[in-house]
């Protein structure tokens, strides 16, 4: 029998005033998945993962992460996600190692010194663990919200534009370790515009256009690229 989803939308809708960022979708991610939602911006995939994250509440449809109704029970659960974003989710006036102390706090995380020292060792931020957030580059903050969101080993990651303003060597770690957390069967949701971040050791592909899932595929990284190739051209002919 297969695997029940361990994210699951169904007929999804999501209005901001007038604007429609959701239009009736339909995903289903199985345990382990490492699915990429590729798409330019402003075509939904932010809303999409804030949907899955409870950071934004559907206008209609039915969500479920981890079995859990998320609109029923917005706050059970929660601590099985993480979540990379465009904002850092930090406190400004607040060290690194304070940060994380903090967000630990919120998870009742056992000998969470140690584990924090290990996620600032891990994202190469050990040397800034006292300086205050508001003197960090933006790749700086980039990491230190990295450590925060796996802090608590959550069961799904779920990020967008996670490569935004990291430097190349911090890309490459940051690309390993995703890799490493997909092959340990934990499960990866990551939106992006760039198509090369988007391909390694993902398994799954969504293309978004206009707030729906338009096409689906699985295959080899020239295939990926073929097909995304097409999906875009075909986009813009459609607007133009």
Known sequence: MADTPIVRLEKVEKWFGRTSALQGVDLAVQPGDFMVFLGRNGAGKSTLLRVVARLVRPNSGRVEVCGIDVLRHPEAGRERLGFVAHSSYLYRNLTAFENLQFFARLYNLNSANDRI????????????????????????????????????????LLLDEPFSGLDL??????????????????????????????????????????????EEVAGTDAEIRHWYKRFLKERQRDVS
């Not at 290990?118 to 790749?139: C, D, I, N, Y």
């Not at 890309?171 to 198509?195: I, P, R």
């Not at 293309?207 to 899932?213: C, H, L, M, P, S």
Request: glycine content about 10%.
């Open 117 to 156: 020292h290990e996620a600032l060792r891990w994202v190469g931020l050990e040397k800034s663990a006292l300086r205050q957030v508001k003197g960090f580059s933006r790749g700086m903050q980039q990491r230190l919200s990295i450590a925060r969101a796996t802090l608590h080993n959550p069961e799904i």
């Open 169 to 214: 060597e911090a890309s490459e770690l940051l690309g390993e370790w995703l890799q490493s957390f997909a092959a340990n069967g934990k499960t990866v949701l990551m939106a992006t515009h760039d198509l090369e971040q988007g391909l390694a050791g993902a398994r799954r592909w969504a293309f978004v256009d206009q707030g729906r899932i338009a």
